[in-house]
């Protein structure tokens, strides 16, 4: 059974350490703002939804302590990691609050404040599960699709993006054979997606992420679904890198690929893929290779985390409202 990946328990933040899957299941108890957002930046938490989540209750542990530091506390978190929107989009609902009840007395203004977290947190839920109806819609009863990094309940509220309409399909009685590409450099289609699936009964099967092309040449892939931590206005996606790889082999072998995220995913203010920022990150998860050895210690290393995946590419964006198609105007 999935462990709930966050959970607001005893005034702390309780999280799943991603870090340690899937070897072991570790809880890490949040207790002040500055260790939610070091869970955030370590990829302790992760994924665009449940970042934004973590966020907005570590505004509230911020606000616990000093109900005068909301604004260090959201400016802490805003540093975190800069590609997912929905890290300033849950930010922005909190100072929003804080701003609305700043006249309460303390005990109020706390209450205001874990009341829209907890919302925050309970319409990730609801709209991953509005997702999963939507997108599964598009599957046939028996298939195959092939999916990268992690999109589930691990970097959600619960259900997940792109595994959640996995999991709405199947309660529709849909058989659905699952791919799930390594993800490199750090595996988190290997550690959580390939784990996540398994723990739930699919039929899952890991792939080195340049093993995807061959699949599609070779067997019969019904779609590639995927999730996304920002897409711009016009419909452009950043996800995990190694998706615009996967969109290009999907276009070539004539496969619907799929981009699936809460509306909350959207940034309208963000025109393209060409303005949104992706994050670079440490040269040495790319030098510590899987089985433990190790790259040239001097070699230059480009580590971007996410890329950008055009519109053109993109078959349809599966969200809570439905599934959006081209030409996208966000």
Known sequence: MIPKTLEWLGGKLRIVDQRALPDKLVFWDCE?????????????????????????????????????????????????????????????????????????????????????????????????????????????????????CNAGAMATGGHGTALGILRSAREHGKEMKVYADETRPLLQGARITAWELAEDGFDVTLICDSMAGALMRDRAINAVIVGADRIAANGDTANKIGTYSLAVLAAHHHVPFYAAAPYSTIDPKTPSGADIPIEERDPDEIRELPAGRRAPQNISVWNPAFDVTPAWLITGIVTERGIKKAPYNF
């Open 32 to 148: 002040s703002c500055s260790e939610a957002a070091e869970a955030i930046r370590t990829l302790a938490v992760r994924g665009a939804p449940a970042i934004g989540i973590a966020a907005a209750y570590g505004v509230l542990l911020g606000a616990k302590r000093d109900r005068g530091a909301v604004k260090d506390a959201i400016a802490e978190l805003a540093s975190t990691r800069p590609t997912a929107v929905n890290l300033f989009w849950a930010l922005e609902r909190m100072r929003e609050t804080a701003e609305r009840f700043a006249d309460l007395p303390d005990r109020d203004f706390i209450a205001a404040l874990e009341r829209e977290a907890r919302t925050i947190h309970e319409e990730d839920v609801r709209n991953n599960r509005k997702i999963g109806e939507f997108g599964q819609s598009f599957l046939p009863e028996r298939g195959a699709v092939i999916t990268h």
